[in-house]
């Protein structure tokens, strides 16, 4: 992108600064006014950003109706809630919580974990719609249980600051006396492969997420692969953007997540995409 730095020359800071302060001001004024309107029949329609390309926590690209698991609990809490209707949209990570923040969405799901940050900028329903289980996957017949048997162990090359790189990261460092060879790539090789490459024993393990359906891959493709117990758990929230009037919908939607929790609904429902039951994971 390129920047016009003749035309903002012209312009002092604190000038700059009040034309951004105003358009701001509107734009969130207009926000406001338009998320209040949003209402069919006496319904109040809610917009929500999901993932697009999270397979099977959530796929779906704008002007495709979104699947998976999130897409699913949204269905099952809005059953339960007649007066929303809850509208979904696929949407890029980047897009979700800029989308959120500014008021273009109501909601945004995308496998959220919970952080100081997120918690000043939006309202999060104290009860989780999910979790996160970091696991380890090996042939069914080597010795690999836990992260510290990965010490000496060919680990599939892992995203640079991406998520397993950072928890592998902060475990050696709580952990100093085992070593553990671990590599960063932006080679964006899709697990199902990464799954093949440690069966064919190109390497001895992989560190990833359970919630991408690797348990689906190694049943239908029938390999040798024997997940770990979760080494990290962290639970998933909904967010949903800060105002007066969406603190009843976080309310409304805190008390549905218990009440799916508890009757064995969000259960039922991680069974089918995940093929295993992440909820007895909550913490």
Known sequence: MKFAHTSASRYTLPTLLAVALGL????????????????ENGVRVIKIATAAESKPLSWGAIGVE?????PEVLKAINAKLPQY?????????????????????????????????????FLIPSNPMGASLMKIYSRSDSNINEVKDLVGKKVVP???GGGVYKFITKWQEQNPDYKINITASSAGIPYPDRLKE??????????????LGEQTVIENQK??????EPVSIDNTYILIHK?????VLSD??????????????????SQKWFGEDVMKYVK
Not at 24 to 39: I, L, V, W, Y
Not at 66 to 70: D, L, S
Not at 198 to 211: F, M, T, W
């Open 66 to 70: 979104p699947q998976g698991y999130e």
């Open 252 to 269: 409304d939607i805190n008390k549905v997540l218990k009440e799916l929790k508890d009757d064995g609904t969000l259960s039922k429902i």
């Open 158 to 160: 892992v995203s640079a």
């Open 198 to 211: 440690v069966q064919n024993g190109k390497y001895d393990a992989l560190v990833l997420p359970s919630n």
């Open 85 to 121: 209707k809850f509208v979904m949209e696929g949407a890029a990570d980047i897009a979700q919580e800029t989308g959120i923040a500014t008021g273009k969405y109501d909601m945004a799901t995308g496998g959220y974990f919970k952080a100081p940050e997120r918690e000043k900028q």
């Open 223 to 228: 390999l040798a692969i024997k997940s770990s």
């Open 243 to 247: 105002s007066a009037e969406n603190q």
């Open 24 to 39: 701001s001001t509107a734009a969130c004024s207009k926000s406001e006014d338009k998320a209040a309107s949003k209402t």
